[in-house]
């Protein structure tokens, strides 16, 4: 593995008095893709929010580039360099393309990819079609490369993408898949939690499998395939 930019330390967190996430930790590497797989209930929607402090940690560090963010308000997180793709969407309905695109503009982390509204709309040439429609009347397609497309203009180092090919027709679930592997390529890390293992797999340098919110499996995509029990146990419907 490369260098680790971003390193998840023995994360805990807790709804009210449920424990839900016990300890998790895992490694992304420079340019690297890792995919958290599991059943729904795993925790890797919760491992997320915790990462980008919308669930405080109860113990446990994340360490971007050295230095830890665990604990700290969202917006200075994304302001040192991580994104957050939720699987809720989370737009702003009542502000056109063009409007949410702005609200997601920053300066990013330095040394950070810089991107711009027009390689957005060279992904999705879609939303340049509607950039002035309010994104509350774009189709759940739309409205997640709306999503993908505002996070990414604020210039991350790292980029938590939830469930991106939700609901989604199977021609965009493959753009989506396109469009993770080329923002990668062009040096942005991906922490991809995705249900369709195929999409996961195939986008993935490495996977961690979770379980009962521990890792309970870590390793390639190949080695996963080499390891038919723990799909059986932790990935099978």
Request: net charge neutral.
């Amino acid at each position: 593995m490369k260098e680790a930019i971003l390193s998840v330390q023995g994360l805990h967190a807790h709804y009210g008095k449920s424990h839900i996430l016990h300890g998790v930790s895992f490694d992304v590497g420079e340019g690297e893709v890792v995919s958290l797989l599991g059943r729904n209930g795993s925790g890797r929607s919760t491992t997320m929010k915790a990462i980008m402090g919308l669930v405080s940690p109860s113990g446990g560090r994340v360490m971007l580039r050295g230095h830890n963010v665990a604990g700290q308000r969202t917006f200075t997180i994304c302001r040192s360099g991580l994104a957050y793709v939720p699987e809720e969407r989370e737009i702003f309905f009542n502000l056109t393309v063009d409007e949410n695109l702005q609200m997601g503009t920053q300066q990013g982390a330095e040394g950070a990819t810089r991107w711009t509204v027009e390689e957005m709309f060279a992904y999705f040439p879609r939303l340049k079609e509607r950039r002035n429609t309010r994104a509350g009347s774009l189709s759940g397609g739309e409205q997640q490369m709306l999503t993908i497309c505002r996070s990414l203009l604020g210039n991350p180092l790292v980029m938590l993408i939830d469930e991106p090919t939700e609901g989604l027709a199977p021609k965009i679930v493959a753009v989506v898949g396109e469009v993770i592997t080329d923002i990668n390529r062009q040096g942005v890390s991906v922490v991809l939690v995705e249900q369709k293992l195929t999409i996961a797999l195939k986008v993935s340098n490495r996977v961690c499998v979770m379980g009962h919110g521990q890792i309970v499996f870590q390793g390639t995509p190949d080695a996963l395939a080499q390891t038919p029990s723990v799909t059986e146990e932790w990935l099978a419907v």
